[in-house]
């Protein structure tokens, strides 16, 4: 069995005051001004037997609160020797959307995870308890066919069925995403309970120097906000991924190169009916949300609600061991009907949703590898919230590798 330990690491500081899940919609993103324990990942892998592989990572963090946490990022048995170009894992598993998501932080080329995976995924990424099916297609180039089926509960579910907020971290004093509590799950009864994914990728070389990759996935499930009535609400994501690599034809040790990877998401969410009037008495107490023209507890009415966002980032390796990068991030959503009703929760007004409204954050980077085994980055964040303004942040990144790890995807 192969052994190996990553820990990553920051120090840094940020304008804003709502840094861990505000400006920083990761988990296992720089949570507060001082230094952060991002992640320290213990990995596992090796062949069981003739017949399987297995991969495990279990890694411990420190929340911004203090707090200690071991989570179980992965764990998985997968076949060696299937026929026809199949392949079949099992366990705890990344659901194979897009370039980002399937990876651990420690491989990312930024510190923080980019928003619109942030927002959609939630602080950890989707993933769940589940299996996938991956077909390598028999083409003169790379083409693979992926689908998964897993669990659609928990907060590594967050668009679906999630009982906190669309990234994860509850505030019990703001009104809940969608302004709608998620009181209806109705737990798994039917296969449509659970969580459908789709991926095909398609990679090529352009030229000896150049190589492009093309993806497209989707995700289809239900979410618990399917209103008091029981209705049957569900959420689908949809996405397209381009990852394009020039490398010298001169290059020493990879350098110098010139990447660029963007992803585009959509997600459409159903909100189901829901009647704030929680105690049926007609009047609104403390932690309900008022429709200010009746001044009585809201109800609102089922809708879809359409939110999308993109990132694109571009990294120059311009000598051994020097990367530079360019990160754009932009999310937003349409206005929903109950964003323009004239609501209220505990005196204050409510209008465009917090973790829908239009967001956009630049981030210029710098990354210097002493060898493939450590790696030092500093990072700046220039973040444009609608709803709180602009803030600004400051990064640097340390990490640092121990033992053996499985070689990253490309």
Do not use: C
């Not at 950890?124 to 028999?138: E, H």
């Not at 083409?139 to 928990?154: A, I, R, V």
């Not at 799950?185 to 120097?209: E, I, K």
């Not at 105690?279 to 107490?285: F, I, K, P």
């Amino acid at each position: 069995m192969d052994l190996g330990l990553v820990g990553t690491f920051a120090v840094g500081g940020s304008t804003a005051d709502d840094i861990a899940g505000g400006t920083q919609l990761g988990g296992h993103d720089p949570n507060q001004r001082g230094f952060t324990v991002q992640g320290v990942e213990a990995s596992f892998a090796g062949a069981v037997d003739p017949y399987f592989g297995g991969n495990a990572n279990i890694l411990f963090q420190v929340d911004a609160g203090g707090e200690s946490n071991v989570e179980l990022e992965e764990a998985w048995l997968e076949t060696l020797s299937l026929p026809a170009g199949l392949q079949l894992r099992a366990g705890q598993i990344y659901t194979e959307f897009g370039r980002q998501n399937p990876t651990h932080p420690h491989t990312w080329a930024f510190v923080d995870t980019p928003l619109v995976l942030g927002r959609f995924f939630g602080p950890d990424g989707l993933r769940n308890p589940g299996g996938r099916l991956a077909w390598l297609l028999p083409t003169p180039f790379y083409s693979e066919l992926m689908f998964s089926l897993q669990n659609s509960h928990g907060e590594t579910a967050s668009s679906f069925r999630s009982s906190g907020h669309s990234h994860g971290h509850e505030d019990h004093e703001a009104a809940p995403f969608a302004y709608r509590h998620a009181d209806n799950d109705r737990g798994v009864q039917h296969l449509d309970d659970l969580l459908f994914s789709g991926r095909y990728a398609v990679s090529f070389d352009l030229t000896d120097t150049q190589v492009l990759l093309l993806g497209a996935s989707g995700a289809f499930g239900p979410n618990s906000r399917g209103g008091e009535d029981g209705g049957k609400t569900t959420s689908q994501i949809f996405g397209v991924d381009l990852t394009w690599k020039w490398k010298s034809a001169s290059h020493h040790a990879g350098f110098p190169f010139v990447s660029l990877q963007t992803e585009a998401l959509l997600r459409r969410y159903d909100a189901g009916t829901f009647d704030w009037d929680e105690d049926g008495d007609g009047l609104a107490g403390p932690g309900e949300i008022v429709d200010l023209r009746t001044g009585a507890p809201a109800l609102l009415e089922g809708e879809t609600l359409t939110d999308y966002g993109f990132y694109t980032q571009l990294l120059y390796g311009f000598r051994k061991g020097w990367v530079g990068g360019l990160r754009f991030d932009y999310v937003t959503g349409n206005t929903a009907d109950y964003e323009r009703r004239g609501l209220a929760l505990d005196g204050r007004l409510l209008g465009r949703d917090p973790q829908r409204a239009q967001r956009w954050r630049l981030s210029p980077n710098l990354t210097w590898y002493p060898t493939e085994f450590s790696k030092v980055r500093l990072q700046y964040n220039y973040d444009d919230r609608v709803v709180e303004g602009v803030d600004h942040s400051v990064w640097l990144q340390f990490e640092f590798l121990l033992g053996a790890h499985a070689a990253h995807k490309f």
